[in-house]
């Protein structure tokens, strides 16, 4: 999940402002897996540079994030067939195809929390928090039908953070987290249903699924859901990034590519970036190639598991400019997916 443009950990300069000039679709690729980049390091262009951004990088497929923290389009007018429409027009103008309408600060609404930590969305009780949530994500849903995306990509939050603790005497699990979602997304799933538009989530510490075992249980209960998977998110709270895009069928939707950084010294980390995901040592996320993750086992793993989805490039690296991260993550990339059919076995 990209941190905010205009919070302390992720900021930018502000951009020179940049026109996406209409431009021809390029001819289809026969790579087996797509790239594209997620929009929202981008915010700070604005609408036109961020698609401007993803032709001069040469991705033909982006993930647009519609939370208004990052104002890429008009979070008040999600349902409007016009401003749906006007948005699709300046996608396809600029060559690019929108393969994932995601939400990820809005929609945390749902299920929370639903104190202090959520008040830059919305200040308020948790039932109206919950009510704007609700409000996002089926707002969300048919955005994404209007302008043609095939996905949605959902962060609903999480009820109790502190479930993954076991408590002596109590039955309160997990779980009960993953219920809570069933039921809370319910609404949505039936809409997204209706629509044709396909639900997925992405594992992350603020969220009901944020491990392999609480995805597996997430997506074993709702079975129209499907995954978007993030190897740095997984390996920040200690799993091996290979296994972790291993195994998932036709549930895998889709992938996040960033790297990372561990510390491990007990002195506190200098330099930008650092953040935690829970109790364990400090983490930083790079661009590829920057950071420990073996991105050459990765790709393979997912060939060898026959996906044919989009790899779509997240910079949240705090040492890089953005463009250059994005550009130095996308040639790590293209070495690594076919250009074409493989031949096989060579000797």
């Excluded at 000039?21 to 980049?37: D, M």
């Excluded at 993803?54 to 890429?72: K, N, T």
Aim: neutral net charge; charged residues 20%; proline residues 9%.
């Amino acid at each position: 999940m990209t941190r905010n443009p205009t919070g302390a950990e992720h900021q930018n300069p502000t951009p020179p402002a940049r026109t996406a000039a209409p431009t021809a679709r390029a001819a289809p690729s026969t790579a087996p897996i797509r790239l594209g980049i997620c929009l929202a390091a981008l915010a700070p262009f604005g609408p036109a540079g961020a698609l401007a951004v993803a032709r001069d990088v040469g991705v033909d497929v982006v993930d647009l994030p519609v939370d208004r923290a990052f104002a890429l389009v008009d979070a008040a007018r999600l349902e409007d067939p016009r401003h749906q429409r006007d948005v699709r027009e300046r996608c396809a103008a600029a060559g690019v195809e929108v393969g994932c309408v995601s939400n990820s600060r809005d929609t945390q609404l749902v299920l929370g929390p639903h104190g202090p930590h959520t008040d830059a969305v919305l200040v308020g009780s948790a039932e109206a928090k919950r009510a704007f949530g609700v409000r996002a994500a089926l707002g969300t849903v048919r955005f994404a039908a209007g302008v043609g995306a095939p996905q949605v990509r959902l962060m609903l939050g999480v009820p109790d953070l502190a479930r993954w603790l076991s408590w002596s005497g109590s039955e309160v699990s997990w779980q009960d987290n993953v219920d809570a979602w069933v039921h809370a997304a319910r609404p949505v799933l039936e809409l997204a249903d209706t629509l044709g538009v396909r639900v997925v989530i992405e594992p992350h510490p603020k969220q009901v699924a944020y491990d392999p075992a609480s995805t597996r249980a997430l997506l074993s209960a709702a079975s129209a859901v499907h995954l978007c998977v993030d190897p740095a998110n997984l390996a920040a709270v200690g799993y091996d990034p290979v296994a972790c895009v291993r195994g998932w069928g036709r549930r895998l939707a889709a992938v996040h590519a960033k790297d990372l950084q561990r510390w491990a010294d007990t002195e506190p980390p200098r330099g930008a970036g650092w953040s935690r995901y829970g109790p364990g040592p400090a983490i930083r996320f790079r661009a590829l190639g920057a950071g420990a993750l073996p991105w050459p086992a990765i790709v393979a793993a997912l060939l060898d598991d026959d996906y044919r989805g989009v790899i779509y490039v997240e910079h949240e690296d705090a040492l890089l400019p953005t463009e250059q991260g994005i550009a130095n993550s996308l040639a790590l990339l293209r070495t690594l997916i076919p250009a074409g059919v493989a031949p096989g076995r060579t000797w």
